[in-house]
């Protein structure tokens, strides 16, 4: 008989073999499950692991991707770790985007070096009001984030929508719902020459920097733990627990709203509708696959990413349906969520019943089923 028992400090050996076990783990199911539907699993798997790092080109692509899911999840795991949940980074996303267009689409063709800091500005504005509602939400009314913030992704989208449609739409653009083309002083600074990789990645790479700061080594971190965690204690501590829901919703809108910012700046050139794409959602098992950590989030933005480029390259070199590419990316993240478990829980072996009935007792003397334990009277010591 087992049972899981709580480590007293998460095990480092289990988190590394963690994301192993979940891989290996997924890339047996989906053998079985590729072979099934009469596709080459070899090639699809292939594709799905291999190909995200085969070429330079590629694994640029996967940098590209990574970046504004690092970005958002590393906002997102200040707040998930003060028990705030903000689920509604998808909306923060899309109205940093839609801030952020503000400028090239209202003020027609603006040039000079102040655009681009202005735009990336309006970006994490926007992307702060909107979690901000949610926030005044919670704590005015004691309403649910995760349901407002849920919410407010559904209007963001149709907001998106109606300025596309409507007065956002380029006139020029053969009747697509797209914004004019954004000019080149609009566009962020190609980070890796001869990809698109662009210079949002050091944005996220610096936003994982200060959160680990943040959170290990400042007070505000540990308030923000606290006032999470347990108000009761922060009250009598003197740390105002809306502090935690202000500033985990906050910091989380402004990541969101920054990276929104960063994706119309950069690969698309363009206010679109496909800026909602899903990356708000996306991050959120990235925070979750990283375990919270900073540094872990880093490499699950990563590995989530090149999974994403791997399912497109699978779709059209094995023949995949996206379904399929869909359950692999499932599987991978089901097993290793239970996989992740043993990072804080050990299989320990509890003892039958035989054996519990000959542990000794406190004064020595074993306990069996043979009969009653012989007294002085009867001789016994």
């Known amino acids: 008989m087992v049972r899981l028992m709580r480590r007293d400090r998460a095990s480092r050996s289990a988190m590394v073999a963690a994301p192993l076990l979940a891989l290996g783990a997924a890339v047996l199911v989906s053998l079985i499950l590729f072979a099934a539907l009469g596709k080459p699993a070899g ?85 702060l009001a909107w979690a901000g509602l949610a926030a005044f939400a919670r704590d005015r009314f004691g309403a649910s984030e995760i349901l407002v913030t849920l919410m407010q992704s559904l209007i963001a989208v149709q907001v998106l929508n109606y300025l596309l449609l409507g007065p956002w739409k380029d006139p020029r653009g053969f009747n697509f719902p797209v914004s004019v083309m954004f000019p080149d002083a609009a566009l962020l600074p190609i980070l890796l020459p001869g990809t698109r990789t662009n210079v949002l990645l050091v944005f996220a790479l610096l936003a994982s920097v200060l959160a680990w700061v943040l959170m290990r080594h400042r007070l505000t971190g540990f308030q923000l733990l606290v006032g999470g965690l347990a108000p009761g204690a922060a009250r009598y501590a003197g740390i105002a627990p809306r502090r935690a829901v202000w500033l985990s919703l906050g910091l989380g809108g402004l990541a969101a709203g920054l990276a929104g910012a960063g994706e119309v700046m950069g690969p698309l050139g363009q206010l679109q509708r496909s800026v909602a794409a899903g990356y708000g959602y996306a991050a959120i098992v990235v925070a979750y696959v990283g375990g919270l950590n900073p540094l872990g989030i880093v490499v699950a933005a990563v590995a989530i990413s090149a999974v994403y480029i791997g399912g497109d390259a699978a779709t059209v070199s094995a023949g995949l349906p996206v379904p399929a590419v869909e359950v692999f990316q499932g599987l991978l993240l089901a097993f290793y969520l ?41 001789g016994g010591p």
């Not at 899911?69 to 795991?77: E, F, K, R, V």
């Not at 039958?352 to 000959?358: H, S």
């Open 43 to 127: 090639v699809a798997l292939h594709a799905l692991l291999i190909r995200p790092f085969a070429s330079w080109y590629s694994f640029s692509e996967v940098l590209l991707k990574a970046a504004p899911l690092m970005l958002i999840a590393q906002g997102l795991a200040i707040g998930f770790r003060a028990n705030v949940f903000n689920i509604g980074a998808e909306g923060q996303f899309v109205m940093g985007a839609v801030a952020a267009s503000a400028l090239p689409v209202l003020g027609g063709d603006p040039s000079g070096p102040w655009v681009m800091p202005l735009m990336l500005g309006a970006g994490m504005a926007g992307g």
């Open 338 to 378: 239970v996989a992740f478990v043993l990072v804080r829980y050990r299989i320990a072996r509890m003892p039958g019943p035989a054996t519990r009935a000959a542990t000794p007792r406190r004064g020595g003397r074993p306990r069996t089923f043979d009969g009653p334990v012989p007294s002085a009277a009867d």
